[in-house]
């Protein structure tokens, strides 16, 4: 860490907010749509969608596409306002607000997070405020993982060298060992407290401190 700090980066599912919204959206709302669709049991449903879930795989940028999903399924609904309507189960984690709004006055805030932007927005409505820019490999650069390719790309949009982020999320390679292969300060969240390192933090409070601290 350093004097030179001007951004902070945020993953979002597992970071920002726990995965209760996106496992509802995803195992509950579509097979129930698709049930009402096939006219088949939920039971059903949820088996034939997860089955073709796992066909398609994390390394198919399908995967993580709403929009493909939904007319795979033949599914007659606006994928954004499926999505939306059950902003309802989306929760953060408790030291969110405080944090978010601490660092705001002192960084600028952007999210780095590999899902798309439209369903990025969503998630994040209550706080969008305290973000200057969203950046997805899936919606900028057709790519299903936060490579260093990546990385590179969101420093020179904002212009900073790598040295002037930090970033944090809870995924080994993709937030912490990517982003740092470059030069970011990047940080590991495992809120299990069961991983040890100087660059792994529990919560997000602790990012706050370390990088307070080492202003």
Known sequence: MNSMLKVVSFDVVGTLMDFHYEDYVWKQAIPQLYARTEGVSF???????????????????????????????NLNQDPTEV???????????????????NLSHKYDLVIASGTTRNVIELMINEFRHCFQHIYSPI?????????????????????????????VGDEWYSDSISPR?????????????????????????ELQGRVVKNK
């Open 43 to 73: 039971d059903d449903a949820k088996e034939c969608v997860l089955k073709e879930y796992s066909r398609i795989g994390k390394n198919d940028i399908r995967w993580f596409l709403p929009e493909y999903w939904f007319k795979h399924f």
């Open 139 to 167: 919606s900028d650069c057709k790519e299903v993982k936060k490579t260093p390719q990546f990385y590179e790309m969101v420093c020179k949009i904002l212009k900073i060298e790598p040295r002037a982020m930090v970033h």
């Open 83 to 101: 999505f939306r309507s059950h902003i309802d189960k989306v929760r953060f984690y408790p030291e969110v607000p405080s944090v978010l709004k």
């Open 181 to 205: 292969s470059i030069g970011i300060n990047s940080f590991h969240l495992d809120r299990t407290g069961e991983k040890r390192g100087k660059f792994v933090v529990k919560n997000l409070k």
